[in-house]
């Protein structure tokens, strides 16, 4: 069993910066693939930014390329999403999840294209305005 703890997000006008934090705990050594999600309202769930533990490869959307970075404390396992000039249409609640394994772009575009189980963060609201 894994536990997803989430932290950062609030509110932020437009233009500026948010940094999101996601700690696993529990049997985190099968778990190899970490990313950040989102569920604006009226909208479908969307991934934004995944990465690997091992090689730390990522994939971005496209709304999140140039302005979000993601990275990972393989040591605290920890993965984090640091988000500048953030506009209103990221407005959303963010979900970081972890799976065992994945191919990063499938998984990116469908949380369901994994290996084994998704662990899910409580999630956190990020308000731009």
């Known amino acids: 069993h894994v536990q997803l703890v989430e932290s950062g997000g609030g509110l932020v006008q437009p233009g500026g910066s948010l940094n999101l934090s996601c700690a696993a705990i529990g049997k985190t050594n099968v778990l190899n693939c970490m990313g950040w999600f989102r569920q604006a309202p009226g909208k479908e769930r969307e991934g934004v930014a995944v990465?690997?533990?091992?090689?730390?490869?990522?994939a971005y959307a496209d709304s999140a390329k140039g302005r979000f970075i993601i990275s990972r404390d393989n040591s605290k396992m920890t993965w984090s999403l640091q988000m500048n000039n953030l506009k209103s249409e990221d407005t959303a609640v963010y979900y970081c999840a972890v799976v065992t394994g994945c191919t990063l772009v499938p998984w990116l575009r469908d949380p369901g294209q994994k290996s084994g189980p998704i662990n899910w963060g409580q999630g956190t609201q990020v308000t731009v305005s």
């Open positions: 990465i690997t533990r091992i090689h730390g490869g990522t």
